[in-house]
């Protein structure tokens, strides 16, 4: 059974951090994406961040270069988003999510990724 599982979240004030984690479980692909995505109440859900797992450079949103990182331990098989200098905009519920499909860019974010988390929170007050 293929499963993502994120954890991590929680309210900061804004110019805090968190790191969020996604633990990734049955995915038996050597190669394959997986990425960050956000949804605020009222907002349509965007891609953040995003990896190519097997190899590649990580890609980020332009409302989060600079501020974002992403990172993944292949002995854990765990992605975390580093998350610094948090502004109340980036509140949302974010989610960790996988698919084998897709050439590893945030031109795939306009996909719908298979295997998706459950989420968690992120709440940045001013």
């Known amino acids: 059974v293929q499963q993502l599982v994120e954890s991590g979240g929680g309210s900061v004030q804004a110019g805090g951090s968190l790191r969020l984690s996604c633990r990734i479980f049955?995915?038996?692909?050597?190669?394959?994406?997986m990425a960050w995505f956000r949804q605020a109440p009222g907002k349509e859900r965007e891609g953040v961040a995003g990896?190519?797992?097997?190899?590649?450079?990580?890609y980020y949103a332009d409302s989060v270069k600079g501020r974002f990182t992403v990172s993944q331990d292949n002995a854990k098989n765990t992605l975390y988003l580093q998350m610094n200098s948090l502004k109340p905009e980036d509140t949302a519920m974010y989610y960790c999510?996988?698919?084998?499909?897709?050439?590893?860019?945030?031109?795939?974010?306009?996909?719908?990724?298979?295997?998706w988390g459950r989420g968690t929170q992120v709440t940045v007050s001013s």
């Open positions: 999510a996988a698919d084998w499909r897709y050439v590893c860019s945030s031109a795939s974010w306009v996909h719908e990724y298979t295997n």
């Open positions: 049955g995915y038996t692909y050597m190669t394959y994406c």
């Open positions: 990896i190519s797992i097997g190899g590649g450079s990580p």
